[in-house]
């Protein structure tokens, strides 16, 4: 029962299907989001990111795979509850996983006299924003997943233009980011086996004999 289909829903059912949809957009865009401005520190700031800071770039990037696999998903075909639950469930599992690491770096520079690692924005360093961040994500990825009934996407037949236009914007913009943080991570780390805790330069251009 919980996988069944909306084959013929009334207007307000079509209404929030589509706002439901549209969230997951938004939900990717958002986390992309949170991604441009850790590049902005990188690379308007020089500020380097750190093997821990990476990873949390990663666990946002996988918290997004989630939402964007609905959205891959509906302008295919026909979206279920159990698809939505899903990708949700998967959103919910990476942002929880993710702020584990930024508690863990918060946790790492708490103590006084500590400056921290890196810049901070408002007072608060990059990870503790990113634990916020990761936080926020998870209980927003909750409701959506409680509200599996009311939610459950339209097949794409039933769509909107606007909506299908969307969908392929937003996995274009998470591919962007993914392949965006991977060549950062080689930049980052070269051809050492093993990226410095502090970086203070590509490691691939001291490689290179840049």
């Known amino acids: 029962m919980a996988a069944t289909l909306i084959t013929n829903p009334t207007e307000s059912a079509r209404l929030?299907?589509?706002l439901g949809?549209?969230?997951t957009h938004a939900y990717v865009?958002?986390?992309c989001g949170t991604l441009a401005g850790a590049?902005?520190?990188?690379?308007?700031l020089d500020e380097y990111p750190c093997p821990m800071c990476l990873l949390q770039r990663m666990f946002f990037l996988l918290s997004a795979l989630g939402p964007a696999w609905i959205a891959a998903r509906s302008r295919k075909g026909p979206v279920s509850a159990r698809d939505w639950a899903t990708g949700w469930g998967w959103a919910i599992v990476a942002a929880l996983v993710g702020s584990t690491v930024s508690a863990s770096q918060v946790l790492m520079h708490i103590v006084p006299p500590d400056p921290g690692y890196a810049g901070a924005l408002f007072g608060l360093h990059?990870?503790?924003w990113a634990l916020i961040a990761f936080l926020a994500a998870a209980i927003a990825a909750g409701v959506a997943l409680f509200l599996t009934p009311q939610a459950e996407p339209l097949d794409a037949a039933a769509q909107c233009s606007a909506l299908r236009a969307m969908g392929g914007v937003t996995l274009a913009v998470l591919l962007v980011f993914a392949?965006?943080?991977l060549v950062a991570c080689f930049f980052l780390q070269g051809f050492t086996w093993q990226m410095p805790g502090d970086p203070t330069s590509y490691q691939f251009l001291t490689d290179l004999g840049l």
Not at 39 to 44: D, N, P
């Open 16 to 18: 929030s299907n589509r």
């Open 179 to 181: 392949a965006s943080n």
């Open 126 to 128: 990059l990870y503790t």
């Open 21 to 23: 949809l549209w969230f």
């Open 29 to 31: 865009i958002g986390l």
């Open 39 to 44: 590049y902005f520190f990188q690379f308007g």
